[in-house]
């Protein structure tokens, strides 16, 4: 059964530095998105995706946060310089069409220091 | 905006008893979609059960099933013979079955669910 993946599953990092998170969503899937989910807390949307561009961000998705899809596979979302309360869960997710469920991946742990 | 509320921060049932969660939402929409998802100790969010508002007939999934009640906006889950592993955390979620392509879940704050031997 197809499923969506996320690299890499847990990822440490020093406050101010870069990370970039991949996700490889369902093949024929059309809509993105990313989802975090602080220790704790509930799940909170960050971010849509489709077409090749952002048809949704939350309040959290702020200029230090984007998106991409640079090629035919692959779902990134690229926080520039994180910040300690960035750590948390991030979880990717796709869907097919208007009304379908959406998958989650298994999700990236984000360990800010 | 929707919410949605989970009242029960935690349960516990024996194994193979019966245990139903709760989920109440608010939403000015007419066409949405409502999930229940799990999150066992791993913390991959797995999909359980969903429910389509305009289907009067409520899902059911092997041992998972939905009590419906749109007029009340609540959206319980029940599951049967309780296992072990299905001790996790319980996701309730709403989707608008309208607003283009965002189709972004609102979930709830969760319940968690420990199967007791």
């Known amino acids: 059964e197809p499923e969506v993946t996320q690299t890499p599953s847990h990822q440490v990092t020093q406050m101010g530095q870069e990370v970039i998170l991949r996700c490889v969503p369902i093949s024929n899937h059309l809509y993105f998105y990313w989802y975090r989910q602080i220790l704790g807390q509930k799940v909170e949307f960050l971010v849509s995706?489709?077409?090749?561009?952002?048809?949704?961000k939350s309040e959290i998705f702020d200029d230090q946060f984007s998106v991409e899809r640079p090629d035919g596979s692959n779902f990134t979302l690229k926080i520039r310089s994180t910040k300690l309360e960035d750590s948390a869960m991030y979880f990717c997710a796709s869907r097919y069409e208007q009304g379908d469920t959406q998958y989650f991946g298994p999700g990236t742990r984000l360990t800010v220091l | 905006a929707q919410t949605v509320t989970q009242s029960q921060p935690e349960m516990s049932v024996q194994e193979a008893e019966t245990v139903t969660l709760s989920c109440t939402y608010d939403?000015?929409?007419?066409?949405?979609?409502l999930f229940w998802y799990k999150q066992p100790p791993s913390r991959q969010m797995i999909l359980v059960i969903r429910?389509?508002?305009?289907?009067?007939q409520n899902a059911t999934e092997n041992r998972f099933s939905v009590n419906f009640q749109k007029a009340a906006k609540s959206f319980s889950l029940k599951i049967s013979d309780s296992q072990l592993g299905d001790t996790a955390m319980y996701f309730c979620a709403f989707m608008p079955g309208s607003g283009g392509s965002n189709y972004k879940l609102t979930f709830g704050k969760g319940t968690l669910l420990t199967v007791n031997p």
């Open positions: 939403t000015s929409e007419n066409n949405y979609y």
């Open positions: 429910q389509e508002a305009y289907k009067q």
């Open positions: 995706f489709y077409n090749n561009e952002i048809s949704e």
